[in-house]
């Protein structure tokens, strides 16, 4: 006999729930149950909405261990990375969730979803901290003693960094190259867990070199007992380094 696991949302009922949202349960419900032949869809029923899936004899076993595991937070990384997902989404959705188990009748709560009411992360800061950063100098400039610049480092931009006139001077010798400051930066932890840089105060700089390939390559076989020495296109080499195809040190 099939075992019916019934995932109820509490702020929708079938008429009202979006269909892509519908979808995006649907697909982790599925990697919960973690069976990916041995579950069905079953329906959709009142009560909330509560999507229900068909689990098939032989399968109940596993999925009965695998979700047991999840709720006591001893499942493997990708499960419980399922379940974050699954209260992530409800949680947008100012939802709760809870999935049952559903045997000739009976009903038991495997696991509840927090979503609206897991506590709130906190926002942090901002705090002081010493270090650096690297990236291509792209302004400079102001009219009083502080001189604000700003760097460029791929897709992101620091701004807020500030220095002294004389410090500026120097720097500006060095516009659209790439440059490493030293100095105190203030950062925020902002509730996702990122780290915002609000300023950063410049005490010292040092200009990076621009090295192209052919000179990295250079330097790598000139290492003793280096296995670059023995690479016939240590240009493709470094390509599949950069796409995490190669183990070569």
């Not at 929708?12 to 995006?24: D, F, G, H």
């Not at 041995?38 to 959709?44: K, N, R, S």
């Not at 516009?175 to 902002?190: A, D, F, K």
């Amino acid at each position: 006999m099939a075992t019916i696991y019934r995932f109820r949302i509490d702020v929708y009922t079938p008429e009202t729930i979006p269909l892509a949202t519908l979808a995006r349960y649907m697909e982790r419900l599925a990697q919960l149950l973690g069976s990916e032949h041995g579950v069905h869809f079953a329906g959709l029923e009142d009560g909330s909405t509560q999507l229900l899936g068909r689990v098939d004899h032989e399968e109940v076993p596993k999925v009965r261990d695998r979700l047991d595991q999840v709720r006591r937070g001893e499942a493997p990384p990708a499960a419980m990375k399922v379940f974050d997902e699954i209260d992530h989404l409800l949680a947008a959705d100012n939802a709760v969730g809870a999935l049952y188990e559903e045997v000739q009748g009976h009903t038991a709560q495997i696991i509840a979803f927090p979503g609206r009411t897991r506590p709130k992360p906190a926002r942090y800061g901002p705090f002081n901290q010493e270090g650096s950063l690297d990236g291509f100098l792209v302004s400079i400039g102001g009219v009083d003693k502080t001189i604000s610049l700003q760097l460029q480092n791929g897709d992101i931009k620091y701004t807020g960094c500030e220095t002294t006139r004389e410090i500026a001077r120097q720097l500006g010798k060095h516009c659209s190259s790439p440059v490493r400051i030293h100095g105190t930066g203030r950062w925020l932890r902002e509730e996702d867990g990122t780290w915002t840089l609000k300023r950063f105060r410049v005490q010292s700089f040092e200009v990076l070199r621009r090295e192209d390939l052919k000179e990295v390559v250079e330097r790598l076989r000139a290492v003793e007992g280096s296995a670059w020495r023995e690479l016939d296109d240590p240009t493709a080499a470094l390509e599949k380094i950069r796409r995490g195809e190669s183990e070569l040190h």
